[in-house]
């Protein structure tokens, strides 16, 4: 809806990763409104009349739904965050999934992509409904996942990374100390993945995934992804006093892991998907803590 300061959040609405409903609610803008915008939003003045629920209230809740791992789906969702006035560093949007044929800044609708990807039509006759917006989202980005970067984009083509090294006589493996519980069948095609435990770094695969005799062995280390997850609630001395210790762990099981390597193998190593503000920011604290010590 309208006020004298622009747009104001009127609904929210959250589901969980089946289309299920987590939370739903009207809200009550500060300022008077002066415009409705019924035919899109599907909101009137009888509709927010009884509406006691605030924006710090919306806040509160979702602050306690979502954490900070939580992965936020939607559509042009900087408008929806802007609303909220909340920042959220994990998110997928599916105008970023979906580029519009004539490049940015031009989007594709919602409405258009469930037309024509999930092939129905969202009903817009009252305006939008946001549940229905969320499971559209959500549903088209698990189907993109699913199928592939190439899905809904009309140009160029994409691969999965197995396949074509498979063509090649070159085998594909993934050793990641993270078991994925619902692994993309798209994206993991012609991949052996072996779950590993943290300081299980045994070099030798199963005597079954020996072959093909040329290799491409992806290890991925989270030791360091743990480490900035609790150096994050950590004071700045006592998080990196643990950091040496942290990167001679990682030092051994990448050592340990090379040691079984063949002449005709190509190893990746990756260190998770780390948030490193919170370790920057620890850091210069502590360099800063340093320098007033100094001139002290």
Not at 8 to 35: H, I, N, Q, W
Not at 134 to 140: F, K, N, S, T, Y
Not at 158 to 165: H, K, M, V
Not at 271 to 283: K, Q, V
């Amino acid at each position: 809806v309208m006020t004298a300061s622009g747009s104001a959040l009127a609904r929210v609405s959250l589901v969980d990763s089946s289309g299920a409903m987590l939370y739903d609610s009207y809200v009550k803008p500060a300022e008077t409104v002066t415009d409705y915008l019924t035919q899109f939003s599907g909101i009137s003045e009888s509709t927010l009349a009884e509406v006691k629920v605030t924006l710090p209230d919306v806040q509160a809740k979702l602050l306690e739904l979502l954490g900070e791992d939580s992965i936020l789906v939607g559509h042009s969702l900087e408008n929806d965050l802007a609303a909220l006035k909340l920042l959220h560093t994990r998110v997928i949007d599916t105008v970023l999934l979906f580029p519009h044929p004539r490049g940015w800044p031009h989007r594709q609708g919602l409405a258009g992509l469930c037309n024509s990807l999930l092939k129905r039509r969202m009903d817009r006759c009252n305006g939008h409904d946001s549940v229905a917006d969320a499971r559209v989202a959500l549903e088209l980005a698990r189907l993109k996942f699913e199928k592939g970067p190439s899905f809904g984009v009309t140009t160029g083509e994409s691969a999965p990374l197995g396949r074509l090294l498979r063509a090649s006589g070159v085998g594909l493996f993934l050793e990641d100390e993270l078991a994925c519980p619902t692994p993309s069948p798209w994206h993991e095609e012609e991949c052996e993945r072996r779950p590993v435990s943290a300081g299980d770094s045994s070099a030798e695969l199963p005597s079954s995934e020996l072959k093909p005799n040329r290799r491409v062995r992806v290890a991925v280390l989270r030791g360091f992804e743990d480490f900035c997850k609790q150096a994050a609630v950590m004071s700045a001395g006592s998080a990196l006093d643990g950091l040496p210790a942290c990167l001679a762990r990682l030092d051994k099981e990448v050592a340990d892991l090379a040691a079984g390597l063949t002449p005709e193998d190509l190893f990746v190593v990756l260190n998770g998907a780390g948030d490193l503000h919170a370790f920057r920011r620890i850091t210069a604290e502590k360099e800063s803590s340093s320098r007033d010590r100094e001139l002290g």
